[in-house]
């Protein structure tokens, strides 16, 4: 098979590869910079970023490459617009959003001829994202990392979406080996969204700890719990996480709502930053299904050079 182009509206990227916009403060500029280097699609995880930090994030990401570099905003976070806009002011090429659905940012996309591409888990908003002006659909089962919005799998997804909308349908969940990448495109994709294969990457701004667990995991090592966010999320099965599956996490200590919706249990947020710094006592690490096939940490480079030499036979 020959790996084809992704179009985006008027974005080529000569990888069909969108690396996920990992948050919170995971996939950031050095990271993204790599990705676009590569020919693929990188993108700056936007949430819980002020929004001088998030410019700042973008400007130095396009001053590190002249290849696309897109963010990923959570809807669910209370200055969601304000991200948005922010983003759009500092010349991000691409927005992604998803953990709930905004029909406000097609607008700001279509005023600044900024492509807007929203996560969905079923053919009916899919549709409506075409419908409202969306330039692809990310389709992601619940066997990707991070807040989920389906219990079913990806692959399962994609086969009853591909070819039901008009705009380039990018599959997400458990998309780690090039084979994967393979699977997703006989399947009708036009593109794949990879997370997890990132976070073990050299560029990745997590602790080596974290990185670690990745390598060592098994693919029970994975399980679900139900997040602050209302949402539910794959992890790795840490003491914070454990805790948070027995209903037993600590209240947080200080809240500063930075979510429209919380249930107030514990702070998302917190432990998530907590496990970018390898603590494994208060951290939570998110990650994908597919988490056990990653065998060693890489540089972005060489996660493509393997991509490029499958696709080469």
């Known amino acids: 098979m020959k790996l084809p182009e992704l179009r985006i509206a008027d974005l080529k990227a000569k990888f069909p590869v969108v690396q996920g916009g990992m948050a919170i403060k995971v996939s950031m500029s050095e990271l993204a910079a790599a990705v676009a280097n590569e020919g693929g699609i990188g993108v700056i995880g936007g949430t819980a970023l002020s929004t001088g930090e998030l410019k700042s994030e973008i400007k130095r990401a396009k ?20 991200a948005i806009k922010a983003s759009i002011e500092a010349g991000v ?8 659905f905004s029909r406000d940012m097609f607008g700001l996309g279509q005023e600044s001829n900024t492509p807007v591409i929203p996560i969905v ?21 619940g066997n990707a990392g ?29 998309i780690v080996e090039p084979a994967d990448i393979e699977h997703m495109l006989e399947l009708g994709a036009d593109g794949v969204q990879m997370g ?3 976070l073990a990457s050299k560029e990745a701004a997590v602790a080596e700890k974290f990185k670690e667990l990745c390598v060592k995991a098994a693919p029970e090592d994975v399980i679900k719990i139900m997040s602050s966010v209302g949402y539910k999320a794959n992890a790795l099965k840490t003491k914070f996480a454990r805790l948070i599956k027995a209903g037993e996490a600590p209240a947080p200590a200080k809240c500063t709502n930075c979510l429209k ?3 107030k249990k514990f702070c998302i947020k917190d432990a998530l930053l907590a496990g970018k710094c390898g603590d494994l006592d208060k951290g939570v690490f998110f990650t994908g299904a597919g988490v056990g096939k990653i065998k060693e940490i890489l540089t972005t480079k060489e996660i493509f050079q393997q991509i490029k030499n499958y696709f080469k036979e």
């Open 63 to 82: 001053s590190l490459t002249d290849g696309i570099v897109g963010v990923n905003i959570m809807f669910a976070a209370r200055d969601f617009k304000e």
């Open 93 to 100: 090429d691409v927005i992604i959003s998803g953990a709930g």
């Open 121 to 141: 888990s079923s053919l009916k908003l899919a549709r409506i994202s075409e419908r409202l002006g969306a330039a692809a659909v990310v389709v992601e089962g």
């Open 146 to 174: 991070g807040h989920l919005g389906s219990e079913k799998e990806s692959f399962e997804l994609v086969k009853k979406i591909a070819g039901k909308v008009k705009i380039p349908v990018i599959a997400a969940g458990e």
């Open 196 to 198: 997890t294969r990132f």
């Open 261 to 263: 919706h919380c249930t």
